[in-house]
């Protein structure tokens, strides 16, 4: 089982411009997949969290605060969404 830490503090915010984004989408905004590919398969390996919780849906609404984790070969990747 992947290990994922929570430390919201040092995370960066990518700012959204509409209320919600999918996640596949944020993914690649927030650079934490180089293109909808690799987003696909991060999120269907159970590698992506959402607020802590594994999600294996890449069209999962996100709003402002949710926080993304993705576990990469160089350690965990996070980004919140602003």
């Known amino acids: 089982m992947s290990n994922f830490a929570?430390?919201?503090?040092?995370?960066?915010?990518?700012?959204?411009?509409?209320?919600?984004?999918?996640?596949g989408q944020f993914l690649k905004l927030a650079d934490l997949a180089e293109d909808g590919a690799q987003a696909r398969d991060l999120i269907a390996d159970g590698e992506v969290r959402v607020n802590g919780?594994?999600?294996t849906r890449r069209g999962r609404q996100l709003v402002r605060g949710d926080l993304v984790s993705v576990?990469?070969?160089?350690?965990?990747e996070s980004a919140k969404v602003g």
């Open 71 to 76: 576990l990469m070969p160089a350690g965990e």
């Open 6 to 23: 929570f430390d919201s503090e040092s995370v960066p915010e990518v700012p959204i411009r509409d209320d919600a984004i999918r996640l």
């Open 53 to 55: 919780e594994v999600e």
